[in-house]
C-alpha cells in the first residue's frame, strides 16, 4: 500500500499539503492521440480537505494544460451558494507513484490561498488519512 508522509513545521497553519502533478486525463489523451510523455502537465501545491466533497483545482490551470470542460457543477462556498464551475477531466499524480487516471474535477477560483488545488473526498475515499496533529504529520495511504 503506497504511503505519503509529511511533516509540517506549522501544520495547524499550513494544513496538510502535497505536491501534485495534474495531466490531462488518459481517456483525454487516447481521444486525441497524444503520448503521455507529449502531455502537457503541471505541478501543483495540493491540500487535502476532507470538507470538499469534489477535487478542486484552481482557476487557469486547464488552460495551461489545454483541455476542455465536460459538464459543469454547482458549488456552494462559505460565502455563496449554488455557483456554477467548470468540471475537466484530468488525471492526478500524488507523490509515491499514486494515479487517478481519469478524475473530474471542478475549477473555482482560489485566490488568496497557498495552494492551487484541493484534494477532496471523491480521491480520499479510496484511501486513509491519519492526521497526527501534536506531531505536526499526516500520512495518506492507498
Known amino acids: 500500500m503506497p504511503t505519503i508522509t509529511q511533516k509540517i513545521s506549522d501544520l495547524k497553519k499550513v494544513g496538510p499539503v502535497i505536491e ?3 495531466t ?3 481517456n483525454f489523451l487516447q481521444k486525441t492521440g497524444v503520448n503521455l510523455s507529449d502531455a502537457k502537465a503541471t505541478k501543483l501545491l ?3 480537505d ?3 466533497s469534489g477535487t478542486v483545482i484552481s482557476k487557469g490551470i486547464a488552460d495551461k494544460l489545454g483541455i476542455n470542460p465536460v459538464g459543469t457543477a454547482l458549488v456552494n462556498t462559505p460565502s455563496s451558494e449554488n455557483v456554477s464551475c467548470n468540471q475537466f477531466d484530468v488525471q492526478i499524480l500524488l507523490p509515491e507513484n499514486i494515479s487517478f487516471s481519469s478524475i473530474v ?3 473555482t477560483p482560489l485566490q488568496g490561498q497557498h495552494i492551487q488545488c484541493l ?3 471523491d ?3 479510496k484511501g486513509i488519512l491519519i492526521y497526527t496533529g501534536y506531531e505536526n504529520s ?3 495511504s492507498f
Do not use: H, K, N
Request: glycine fraction near 8%; proline fraction near 4%; aromatic fraction near 4%.
Open 123 to 125: 480521491i480520499l475515499q
Open 50 to 52: 476532507t470538507g470538499a
Open 138 to 140: 499526516f500520512t495518506l
Open 119 to 121: 484534494i477532496g473526498r
Open 46 to 48: 495540493a491540500m487535502i
Open 20 to 22: 501534485v502533478t495534474v
Open 105 to 107: 474535477v471542478i475549477e
Open 24 to 26: 490531462p486525463s488518459v
